[in-house]
């Protein structure tokens, strides 16, 4: 019988005839205590989103608002209440985050929420709007004595009482807590499951039956080493990364421009995680690639794809100010850096001093004259004064060099020069009949829509032609293209802009590396550098107290569900502490002294008794420590939206493991996303690949169905933890899409083709889709419903393969 799970004991057995079965509730404790919903899913967001500008704390109530308490979120401001239980569209905060109302759209000057957020503030309205605030809030402590402040160091190893369960140092820090508070640790996970829970933690992909035939626990090492040295590893955990870097193939907001050139980054990243490249170096490249010094053409390309970072952002194209759109970049590439690398919000300081965290308005702008002596690349087809939008980075030629991209015919080329030529000689004769009427004294204004009209159409096509031009040589061929960042001509120190107005500049603020996280402040940049190389090296120093600490807790959040510090993306004084602060300085040491590598440090995690454990419930434990912080046993977690596609691809026999050359995005006909639709060519999914799901299109506002449907992370917003939902639309989609259906139908004639009998097809069917044989309760439901069925076997064959498919079981990663 197969391992069961749960308070009552549920079994994890496929149930074929009840599509009720198809989701897992994850969100029970939220259900079960709204204040604990109010304080993990809804109190976050005010704090980071709401109240630099609607708070007593600092000093603002935009509109006479003030959401920092009960009281002023019910009272609301000046246009109405901002909370009104049971009524999310009369709850202005609902309808402002929700951009329902072009003219009340929050927050200002940043991208929209995720669907997830609002989701959570949806449910929590209509439930009641629970919230356990009174008065103020309380006084945050600016001061760098912060806990994720203080130096790095080894701690000291605890000596648990239970000295023969632990396997090395981590089970130590994780079996001492639990002693102390009155627990013990689970057994270890069956084979099957930990073999299961390891392929999908480290490649993505389930065991295939051969590697489950060959597996042993005590050859833990054997199969981990093998698994890390993968292709599948570098997919699996470069897509960890893409996530906090924020990585799309669009520019998103009201220009939803392609990025044609992305996909360049997203190898470098895939391609940087398979060989370990040690994460200090991994960072410096990403900050200040153009600025390293290189061997070869193909290191250069390499460092200059790798700057594709800091142009992966959303961006204000409509922008028709120069310097608020320079501003704005400048802000957005900080904000990644910070809250990617340091899990920091140091863009917070634009308008004010953080807060929470000690960064002054002084240290904001020192660091945004950085990013402003900074040119950035991105390709959006918009060539203006304004953004440099059509421009791109051009690498050295390589030989054999992948150069996807549709490229044109002489011939097309021909005619977009003529045109362009067209253009310029209308430009001429407007000139010269404006400055005719202007000397005759000539009253144009009846003519001036029109030629408003006519300029702005020639501005677009001017903008498109220019922008494919430069993309190909005389010859029409595509030409060897990056997004990416250099330093800019001429370096520039920012004003302090009192209250964030480009109207109210105030004194020049060096640019340069402020004095910030107990770490000292680099000296002076010189006078034609942007200090970018400087930044790099200051986040990467030995000293600095959160590098580390930042990505050893990524990691840790990617293996057992949720970070030794559950705020992934927030170490400042508004997170959370570290369940086990000593286990998390070790780890960040450890890593370190490892040369930075990831793939050390991993292998570390997954070796150890703590890692090994299995999901079983335990009623007591669970009164205990119902959150599981103290780590008594495995969580039961779903599988990621791109792991659930490819593993139905692998199960059914049709994964392509071969990278894809290039992207989706670099042949499309049209360069908005809003046209995708109308490109006979492009899927309706934008799907139709059978390579692995980091190879699909990431287009903001636009993703594959299953990705979007099944929490994929939101693209414009650093996201070091996905969000996780049950809605009936994933119901609907397993049911329904014809991506599940051609999988069922491929996975039938695999079964069908490979085994003479019923019965050895299902128990292969469950060993490909579970790691397991089928009990005796599953095998006689699956019996009944053949004897049942009103069609043929192949076809009753294929609707119990998109059972399984569409299961619960087959969606988990244990």
Known sequence: ???????????????????????WSTSEADERDPVHHFESRIRPVLVEHCYECHSVEAGKSKGGLLLDTKNGSREGGDTGPAVVPGDPEASLLFVAMSHIDPDLEMPPRKPKLSEKVIADFRQWIESGATDPRSGAITEINRSEDHWSYAPVTMPEIPAPVESDWPAGEIDRFVLAKLEKNGLEPSSDAEGYVLLRRLCFDLVGLPPTPEQMAGFSPDDLEGIVDELLASDGFGVRWGRHWLDVVRYAESNGRESNIVYPHAWRYRDYVIDAVSRDVPFDRFLIEQMAGDLLPFQSNEERARLLIATGFLALGAKGLNEANHEQFAADLADEQLDAFSRAFLASSIACARCHDHKSDPVSMEDYYSLIGIFKSTRTFYGTWIDSENNNGGELIRLPEIPGQLIPGRGFSKEKVAEMMRQLAELDEQDRKNKELAEK????????????????????????????????LA??????????????????GEAVDSPLYVRGELKSP?????????????????????????????????????????????????????????????????????????SHPGLLDYLAVQFREN????????????????????????????????????????????????VIRDAMLAVS???????????????????????????????????????????????????????????????????????????????????NSSFIAERSEAFAARLMSGESSRDLRIE???????????????????????????????????????????????????
């Open 437 to 468: 009427a202007k000397v005759e004294g000539k009253d144009m204004r009846e003519d001036f829509n029109a030629m408003l009209a006519a300029a702005l159409s020639a501005y677009w096509r001017r903008g498109g032609l220019e922008g494919s």
């Open 1 to 23: 019988m197969a391992e069961t799970v749960g308070g009552e004991g549920m079994k994890r057995h496929v149930s074929i005839l009840f599509v009720s079965a198809l989701l």
């Open 653 to 735: 026999g049709e994964l392509d493991l071969s990278p894809r050359p290039g992207s989706l995005a670099a042949n499309l006909r049209s360069h908005s996303v809003s046209l995708i639709g109308f490109d006979q060519s492009v899927p309706d999914d934008l799907d139709g690949s059978l390579r692995r799901s980091v190879y699909l299109p990431v287009f903001r506002e636009n993703l594959p169905d299953i990705l979007d449907l099944f929490d994929f992370a939101e693209p414009s917003l650093v996201m070091g933890e996905r969000e996780e939902t049950n809605v009936p639309l994933q119901a609907l989609y397993l049911m």
């Open 595 to 642: 040369g930075y590598s990831v793939k050390k440090l991993v292998r570390e995690i997954v070796l150890s008794r703590s890692y090994r454990q299995s999901s079983t419930f335990d009623e007591e434990s669970f009164r205990k420590d119902p959150d599981n912080r103290l780590l008594w046993r495995a969580e039961k977690r779903r599988l990621d939206a791109e």
């Open 506 to 578: 105030d004194d020049l603020v060096p640019r340069g590396v402020p004095a910030l996280f107990n770490m000292e402040a680099a000296a002076p940049e010189a006078a034609a550098s942007s200090g970018r190389l400087a930044l790099a090296e200051w986040v990467t120093s030995v000293d600095h107290p959160l590098t580390a600490r930042v990505m050893a807790n990524r990691v840790w959040s990617h293996l057992f569900g949720a970070g030794l510090v559950r705020t992934v993306d927030n170490f400042g004084p508004t997170g959370e502490a570290p």
């Open 764 to 814: 292969r069917a469950f060993h490909l889709c579970f790691n397991r044989a089928p009990d005796a309760e599953e095998m006689a439901l699956i019996d009944q419903y053949f004897t049942s069925s009103d069609v043929d076997e192949k076809e009753t064959m294929i609707r119990v393969c998109q059972a399984l498919l569409c299961s619960a079981e087959f969606r988990l990663a244990d």
């Open 471 to 488: 993309t190909v040589d005389a010859e029409g061929n595509p030409l060897p293209l990056c997004m990416g960042a250099m330093d800019a």
